[in-house]
């Protein structure tokens, strides 16, 4: 793991849990830090079960921003909130866009993670993607406005997304998780909204975890997270 903390830009409350939530938790266990954006609360297209509930528009924000605080507690992450709306989370947007480079100057992350590049499902997740990444460029211009110093260039890594094979996502990194899949777990049954991912999600760690030995990781390892890195590293070495 990399010296210093990583940085989980998720499109909506609960996409950091399933999916970076392993490696957050490692981050924060080991002292290096984890800090998470939440672009908005996936309030109108991960929240189907409050609506049905006949709940409000800001019942079903209130209640989203509660189970990602509680997940990320549980993680041991800090997380902030842009409240930016989903479906369709906005492409373009001045004050989003500042918000987030802030935030990236602010933490100084020594690894970026990421959505997919591409989702047919969801156009939230590779906007999320985008911005992301446009984001990093303008936080290492000097020329752009901050109190906060511009950063250098930390490497970006794709997590992985609900259906990998139709968005392109090729996994070339995987990561232990065993030691703190339990904290995972207890952060993803914080997501009551989407409780029908807790299982599944689980099963995915595992059959993850099953490749990290079958590609060379300690037999001990039973669990991982799926990774797909954006730059290319460098080496002194081929390892």
């Known amino acids: 793991m990399s010296d210093g903390p990583v940085l989980i830009v998720s499109a909506h409350a609960a996409d950091f849990v399933w999916r970076a939530g392993g490696y957050a938790a490692l981050a924060a266990r080991r002292g290096a830090g984890a800090h998470v954006v939440c672009l908005s609360y996936g309030e109108r297209g991960e929240s189907a079960a409050l609506w049905k509930s006949g709940a409000t528009l800001e019942q079903v924000k209130a209640a989203r921003r509660a189970e990602a605080e509680a997940a990320a507690k549980a993680l041991g992450a800090q997380i902030t909130f842009l409240d930016a709306g989903d479906y369709p989370l906005p492409r373009a947007d001045a004050g989003l866009m500042d918000a987030l480079v802030q935030r990236i100057r602010a933490v100084r992350p020594a690894a970026i993670l990421v959505h997919s590049a591409a989702d047919p499902y969801n156009a939230d ?84 975890g099953v490749q990290a030995v079958r590609n060379g990781g300690d037999r001990a390892i039973r669990y991982a997270e799926a990774y797909q890195r954006v730059y290319p590293q460098v080496a002194g070495v081929l390892a």
């Open 125 to 208: 997740h590779p906007r999320a993607a985008e911005l992301a990444l446009e984001a990093r460029i303008l936080a290492q211009a000097e020329g752009y406005p901050s109190e906060h110093p511009i950063i250098g260039a930390p490497p970006v890594f794709r997590f992985e997304p609900h259906q990998p094979e139709m968005c392109g996502f090729q996994p070339d990194v995987l990561v232990d998780i065993t030691e703190v899949f339990d904290v995972k777990r207890a952060a993803m049954e914080c997501m009551n909204a989407q409780e029908h991912l807790w299982d599944y999600y689980t099963e995915l760690a595992r059959r993850r």
